[in-house]
C-alpha cells in the first residue's frame, strides 16, 4: 500500500538547521508531487511548500520562502526538506503529504491524500 | 496571505447535522472551486475528506458533502457520529498557486 515514512524527531539550537526526509513506497514515485505541512503546537496547518518529484522543481508558501528548501532523490524514492535559521516558531509537527493527482495531468498541486505521521522538531537553547 | 476564517467550534449530538464555513477572498475561493477539507484528530496526521469542492476519496463516508457561494465554502456533516469528532481545516488554492489552510474548527459531537 502507499506510504509515507518521515524520519525522526529532531532537537536544534536556534540558528541552526534541520533536514527531514519522506520515503515514500508502494506506487511510483515520479506520478506524484509531494507537499510540506508546518503545524505549530495547538495551532492551524500551514502549507510550505511543494515539489514536482518528476522534474524537480519546487514552489514555496511566501511565509517560509528564503529559509526552505525542498528536493528529491528518485532513486531513493525519496524527498527532503530542509529549514534553516531556526527560530522558537519554528517548533512544532513537520508532515509530508502526496498529492493525489498524476503530475501529468493536474492542474496544480492541492489535494493530499496521503500523509506521513510527522515529525517533531524542537528548537531551543 | 491571510488563512481563510472558520468558526473556532462547532457542536452538534449525535444523528444530527453541522456545518462548518471557511470564509476566504476573491482570490482563493472566490475564485476556484478547489477547497479541500481535512480532519485531523488528537494531533495526528490529517485526514483529506473532500476535495475539488464536493468530491469524496474512495472510503470517506457520503455523509461528508461541500458547497460553495463566492468567497464562502461549508462542509456538512450529516447523522453525526462521535467518530467524527476533531479539528476540521479546509484548504484554499490560491491565485498565486499557494495553498492556505483555513484556522481549523473543533467539532465536539455531544
Known amino acids: 500500500q502507499v506510504r509515507l515514512v518521515q524520519s525522526g524527531d529532531e532537537v536544534r539550537k536556534p540558528g541552526a538547521s534541520v533536514q527531514i526526509s519522506c520515503k515514500t513506497s508502494?506506487?511510483?514515485?515520479?506520478?506524484?508531487?509531494i507537499h510540506w505541512v508546518f503545524q505549530a503546537p495547538g495551532q492551524r496547518l500551514e502549507w510550505m511548500g511543494a515539489i514536482n518529484t518528476a522534474s524537480g522543481e519546487p514552489k514555496f508558501s511566501q511565509r517560509f520562502q528564503g529559509r526552505v528548501t525542498i528536493s528529491r532523490d528518485t532513486s531513493a524514492t525519496t524527498v527532503y526538506m530542509g529549514l534553516s535559521n531556526l527560530t522558537p516558531d519554528d517548533r512544532g509537527l513537520y508532515f509530508c503529504a502526496r498529492d493525489m493527482d498524476y503530475i501529468d495531468i493536474a492542474y496544480d498541486f492541492y489535494k493530499m491524500d496521503v500523509w506521513g505521521g510527522g515529525t517533531s522538531v524542537a528548537v531551543s537553547s | 496571505q491571510s488563512p481563510p476564517t472558520q468558526p473556532a467550534s462547532v457542536s452538534g449530538s449525535p444523528g444530527q447535522s453541522i456545518t462548518i464555513s471557511c470564509t476566504g477572498t476573491?482570490?482563493?475561493?472566490?475564485?476556484?472551486?478547489?477547497v479541500s477539507w481535512y480532519r485531523q484528530v488528537s494531533g495526528r496526521a490529517p485526514q483529506l475528506i473532500i476535495y475539488?469542492?464536493?468530491q469524496r476519496p474512495f472510503g470517506v463516508s457520503s455523509r461528508f458533502s461541500a458547497s460553495k457561494s463566492g468567497n464562502t465554502a461549508v462542509l456538512t456533516i450529516s447523522g453525526l457520529l462521535t467518530e467524527d469528532e476533531g479539528d476540521y481545516y479546509c484548504c484554499a488554492f490560491g491565485s498565486d498557486t499557494s495553498l492556505t489552510f483555513g484556522e481549523g474548527t473543533k467539532l465536539t459531537v455531544l
Open positions: 476573491a482570490r482563493d475561493i472566490g475564485s476556484y472551486n478547489l
Open positions: 475539488e469542492g464536493n
Open positions: 508502494g506506487y511510483t514515485f515520479t506520478r506524484h508531487a
